[in-house]
């Protein structure tokens, strides 16, 4: 029944193969159960809760994407999507975790609707793919630089904003040896590479007081109940985050066709160059993301890891299935992942205006390895800039450094968008821009000219 529900003998493949394929995403993509705890509890929200509903709605999502699409590819929080929720929304913003969740309901509501009239494939066609590339890309320098903050690499600085920070102390220390591991492994083509460094920092923290040992290994998962059915969608309508759930819904759409058309070129499940089943794995994002909300997570996309499964032999919607169990199975590992993933604290003396201000900052360099490498990989998008055309490399240019100095996805694309719109105006190539840019643009104007809407 299962060889016949996905197809296994039309794709070539087995069930064993299947199989293995599944870990080998899994290994590639299980850094998230460590990393989203963290940075959704660094916006108020429970730890234990959010690792729960990260295993969980990965799982079903991952699932849904397998039943519906048929495809190899599995689904869950977005690294990029979960920076700008907790640093950008609710901590730089002000706005209640619980509010941001219902602009992350509503994006997903939106994601849903659109699956049968065709407004993602337009708004995706309408983007320069300068633009696109620079967005991921700008988006890989935001989680690098949280990541060397994070490691204790880099830390404020009153004259240069941030600096050198102090590399003879224990939390860089563990956070090198880290990415140490991480790079190494990578460099030699290791699959899991970024989980085998996280485990490999966890143990060198041990020694060194940065990681406290688990008292067990395995219990039953954290509860929900702190953030699961707590979002506030009449709250993200009352205060009016219209903007901030069209980018909600903007980098949802464009990191999950990214990664499908990535992972199925690879796959050949290309057909003709047109994706079969691409409305049904867009809707599985979708109703995933609208999950999410529901449990108390972020966004959620196909990822990108996915492709170590298929270059595994993974070739079908089984692949989900065993990696769908997989995520089931590590929700029972909460004492482990809650040692690894914690923060741990150093008093500090800030040099501020002439006057010395004693301050606590909180590492995670047991995580922080792994955002860096994530950022590695998300900059290549760069190398798809036309950098020799001036009006497609300075919009691209600006979105990409304004996302990491500003702290601000929001920004970054509209700087990109405003910057285009203008040079292909006052350069008489207004048609080369989709009219849906200048749209962007003068919505971008207008948010930076009404002082209340910034």
Known sequence: MIMELFKLKEHGASLRGEALAAVTTFATMAYIIFVQPVVLGAAGMDAGAVFTSTCLITAFSTLLMALLANYPVAVAPAMGHNFFFA??????????????????????????????????????????????????????????????????????????????????????????????VMMVLMARGVKGAILIGIIAAALIGIPLGVVTRPEAIISLPPSLAPTAFKLDIIGAIKQGLFAIIFIFFFLDLFDTVGSLIGIAKQAGLMKDGKLPRVGRALLADAVGTVGSAVVGNTTMVSYIESASGVAAGGRTGLVGVFVAVLFIVAMFFSPLVRAISGGYAVPETVLIDGQQIARTFVYYPVTSPALIVV???????????????????????????????????????AFGFISYALLKLATGRAREAHWLIYLFAALFVIRYAVPGLR
């Not at 049968?116 to 890309?137: D, F, M, N, T």
């Not at 890989?140 to 490691?151: D, M, Q, R, V």
């Not at 998300?378 to 950098?387: C, K």
Request: proline fraction near 5%; aromatic fraction near 8%; hydrophobic fraction near 60%.
């Open 375 to 413: 950022g590695s990989l998300m900059i290549r998008a760069v190398r798809d800039v036309d950098w020799d055309d001036f009006t497609e490399a300075l919009p691209a240019f600006l979105t990409l450094v304004l996302m990491p100095l500003t702290f601000s996805i929001t920004d970054g694309m």
């Open 87 to 180: 640093f950008v929304v609710v901590l730089t913003m002000k706005i209640p975790w619980q509010v941001a969740l219902g602009a992350i309901f509503i994006s997903g509501l939106i994601f849903v609707a659109t699956s049968s009239v065709g407004l993602r494939e337009h708004l995706v066609a309408a983007v320069p793919e300068s633009l696109k590339s620079a967005i991921a890309a700008g988006i890989g320098l935001l989680i690098t630089l949280i990541g060397l903050e994070w490691a204790g690499i880099v830390r404020l600085d009153p004259s240069t904003f941030v600096t050198l920070g102090n590399l003879e102390s224990r939390p860089a220390i563990v956070a090198f040896a880290g990415l140490l």
